[in-house]
């Protein structure tokens, strides 16, 4: 069982830039590959990036490619989600997510633990 809490969403001007954070419970954190994904107002969830179990490998949703930096720290039981330049169209909640490491995946369906997301809201 995990349990994960994200923290660090906030209004934010376009351009600027925030940091998620996500904290996890348990002992075990480096045995799962985590994501993030996002949920626009009346819009699905999408995937936005993930990482393995050891931060060795990062993939990225097309939206967010070279803005979006997804990075973890095993001994804090964290991960994190560093956003820049920052656009309008990237309000949503953010939501993190964990799975048993099997493979770096966008699917939804496969990420079993989810936290209970945080907003983030870019004015234009």
């Known amino acids: 069982q995990v349990q994960l809490v994200e923290s660090g969403g906030r209004l934010v001007q376009a351009g600027g830039s925030l940091r998620l954070s996500c904290v996890a419970s348990g002992r075990t954190f480096s045995s799962y590959d985590m994501g993030w994904f996002r949920q626009a107002p009346g819009k699905e969830r999408k995937f936005a990036a993930g990482i393995n179990w050891s931060g060795g490998q990062t993939y990225y949703g097309d939206s967010v490619k070279g803005r979006f930096t997804i990075s973890r720290d095993n001994a804090r039981n964290t991960v994190y989600l560093q956003m820049n330049s920052l656009e309008p169209e990237d309000t949503a909640v953010y939501y993190c997510?964990?799975?048993?490491?099997?493979?770096?995946?966008?699917?939804?369906?496969?990420?079993?633990?989810w936290g209970q997301g945080t907003q983030v809201t870019v004015s234009s």
């Open positions: 997510a964990a799975r048993a490491a099997g493979g770096l995946t966008p699917a939804i369906g496969l990420y079993r633990y």
